[in-house]
């Protein structure tokens, strides 16, 4: 699988973003996706997982009531809404794809996941 995320740019806080990310090469419904984030100086840490649905979410407590995760199988694309930034949500944020189709406990694990895209860059000033 292929992904290839977007939607990044600069926002005041208080402001939105939608990221997109597009996947190509295999049966993206056959993945659950993740959206991960890494600003300067810090590791990744998981964002949102959704099933390969979309009938299933989950967020960390840092977007929870924020960021809202969907997805449009017949596009191949996941979105990602995000509302409300603040600006510690200033980061690098990538998609990838999970080998399982349903949201495990290892879903916040990055090395759990198989395909990655290359990122898309969010900045939010204050």
């Known amino acids: 699988v292929q992904l290839q995320a977007s939607g990044g740019g600069l926002v005041q806080a208080g402001g939105s973003l939608r990221l997109s990310c597009a996947a190509s090469g295999r049966t993206f419904s056959n993945y659950a996706t993740g959206w991960f984030r890494q600003a300067p100086g810090k590791e990744r840490e998981f964002v949102a997982a959704?099933?390969?649905?979309?009938?299933?979410?989950y967020y960390a407590d840092s977007v929870k009531g924020r960021f809202t995760f969907s997805r449009d199988n017949a596009k191949n694309t996941v979105y990602l809404q995000m509302n409300s930034l603040k600006p510690e949500d200033t980061a690098v944020y990538y998609c990838a794809a999970h080998p399982r189709r349903v949201i495990t406990s290892r879903i916040m694990t990055p090395q759990s996941y198989d395909y990655w895209g290359q990122g898309t860059q969010v900045t939010v000033s204050s």
């Open positions: 959704i099933n390969w649905s979309g009938g299933d979410t």
